[in-house]
């Protein structure tokens, strides 16, 4: 059973350009959240979803970060118009159902790069 | 605010000698604590998961131990290895989180073990 895929793994942008981080869970996971670790920073939750719904968008930037979780494929992160201060690893976690003690399976994360 | 420190930052110890880590938090009211390994690079693996009524739990060669009146919890490493180096985060969930599973993290303690 694989475990949390994302990719890519390094990914270089120069500011203005566009984003897209990938994230696919785990076999029969269907929860799926983002968390973003700046530089010696701890990690910090974004975005909760389900297929097709964001339950908890809390923790993303009010402009230029969105996230979805179609039906079929991946979960995608998008950020828009990259600045230099986006530059962080963003990682992606899932769990087969949520709340509670529940375990989150962490993805190897995607490392963003703004030039 | 919630809040989850740890300390101490960072730590130096030779192989097979035991170390502990700890962790306060503030996050109220409280669902569940988390300790996690990080290697470099890498995301985040769950070590262990305890709820309010648990005081401690082991998993192999890590004991987590827990205080919910004082808001307190170490990791307990015994006979360490040099695979052990890594940063040990200590990860929060409260019941206000509306049973997202929406996780608060520590800035982690970066364990170094030298031969």
């Known amino acids: 059973n694989a475990g949390v895929m994302q990719n890519p793994r390094h990914l270089v942008r120069r500011r203005g350009q566009e984003a897209r981080l990938r994230c696919s869970p785990m076999?029969?996971?269907?929860?799926v959240y983002w968390y973003r670790q700046l530089p010696e920073e701890g990690l910090k939750f974004m975005v909760y979803?389900?297929?097709?719904?964001?339950?908890?968008e809390s923790g993303m930037p009010k402009e230029r970060f969105s996230a979805e979780f179609p039906k079929e494929g991946p979960s995608i992160l998008r950020i828009q118009q990259v600045v230099r201060g986006d530059s962080a690893a963003y990682f992606c976690?899932?769990?087969?159902?949520?709340?509670?003690?529940?375990?989150?399976?962490f993805g190897p994360g995607t490392r963003l790069t703004v030039l | 605010k919630n809040q989850v420190e740890q300390s101490p930052q960072s730590l130096i110890i030779l192989e097979e000698k035991n170390c502990t880590l700890q962790?306060?938090?503030?996050?109220?009211?409280?669902?569940?604590l988390r300790w996690y390994k990080q290697d470099t690079g890498r995301g985040p693996v769950s070590l262990t998961i305890?709820?309010?009524?648990?005081n401690t739990k082991s998993n192999g060669r890590y004991t987590a131990t827990l205080d919910a009146d004082t808001k307190q919890s170490s990791l307990h490493i015994t006979a360490s290895q040099l695979s052990d180096s890594a940063s040990y985060i200590c990860?929060?969930?409260?019941?206000?989180?509306?049973?997202?599973?929406?996780?608060?993290f520590g800035q982690g303690t970066t364990l170094q073990v030298k031969p």
């Open positions: 976690a899932s769990s087969l159902t949520s709340g509670g003690a529940l375990e989150q399976f």
């Open positions: 076999k029969g996971h269907s929860h």
């Open positions: 979803l389900q297929k097709e719904n964001i339950i908890d």
């Open positions: 962790c306060n938090y503030t996050v109220s009211p409280f669902s569940n």
């Open positions: 305890m709820t309010f009524s648990e």
């Open positions: 990860v929060v969930s409260g019941l206000s989180s509306g049973n997202t599973g929406k996780l608060i």
